[in-house]
């Protein structure tokens, strides 16, 4: 059910990571998707049309008044609602990552078609996650759960999402994962999107042939052209091989974004891409499912 053709959403010379697509009337087939993208036996999984295109257009409508008046500018473009990782070690403006989420939510309750999006990627969960229970882990401090997931906008020529992965994420975000009061496993993270709209050059999320284990750093937060291995030695981007994604609008993707170094090339065209996703892992007992943003 993979394809790397023409017009498939994986593309490259060589797939040299397990990532498939598949028919959302055939998901059935596909067996516990989320136990095998843990344990390695998949990497990255599309499944087509989790959304119509109806539903799509309804979200965005909904998005346009919101995105313009109440979400956050980042360096790439806008995100809402704001991202954990406003939250600083020292636990400062904790209260403005809930001040936003609730923004979020009070507007979901006003709008059927934003509604839909937390409900679907629930049942997305359920549907992929088989006979887990599936939750939104709990913040200890605030005793109510954390961002089910976050819209996130991209603009033209702002630099895309430099390269990363999620287990680089927990590293400079500690303090946020250490008031997670559920008992989950946070080693080598998934990480999740749906696709809502693509611009017409760039945007595609790029996949690098470089895990964690062996790659475990960057100059800086800001460096997008090269990472630093576990022996301190710098690779530069354009000598790795690698591979595109480029879910088309209603996809959703989860992929090994922990362990798997990627990131979103730079938007070329005059449509911003937008997207809806965050991040999800089982606790460590093997029983549950938590996503969270």
Known sequence: MSATGENSTITGKKIFFNFIEVPYEKLSESGDVIRRLKNGELHGFVLKNLFSKQEI?????????????????????KMFPAPFAIITNSGERLDAYYESMNTVHELMDREPALKMVP??????????????????????????????????????????????????????????????????????????????????VGGELTIYDMLWKDVVGKASPEENDSVIDANGNTIYLKDVEQFTVKPQPGDILVF????????????????????????VNFSNDGKEIFYWS
């Not at 090994?256 to 991040?279: A, C, L, M, Q």
């Open 57 to 77: 257009a309804d979200i965005l409508k909904a998005l346009e008044k919101p995105m313009e008046e109440k979400a956050m500018v980042t360096p790439s473009g």
């Open 119 to 200: 409900e679907r990627l629930a049942h997305f969960f359920k549907l992929i996650g088989q006979d887990y229970k599936v939750s939104v882990p709990i913040n200890k401090i605030k005793g109510i759960p954390v961002s089910e997931g976050c819209f996130r906008v991209f603009y033209k020529d702002r630099g895309g999402l430099f390269v990363h992965c999620g287990n680089l994420f927990q590293q400079q975000s500690e303090y946020y994962y250490s008031l997670l009061a559920n008992d989950i496993d946070m080693s080598d993270q998934l990480s999740f999107f749906f696709n809502l709209q693509n611009t017409e």
């Open 256 to 279: 090994s974004g922990g362990p798997i170094w990627h990131r979103v090339e730079n938007i070329k065209g005059d449509t911003p891409r937008i997207t809806y996703g965050g991040f």
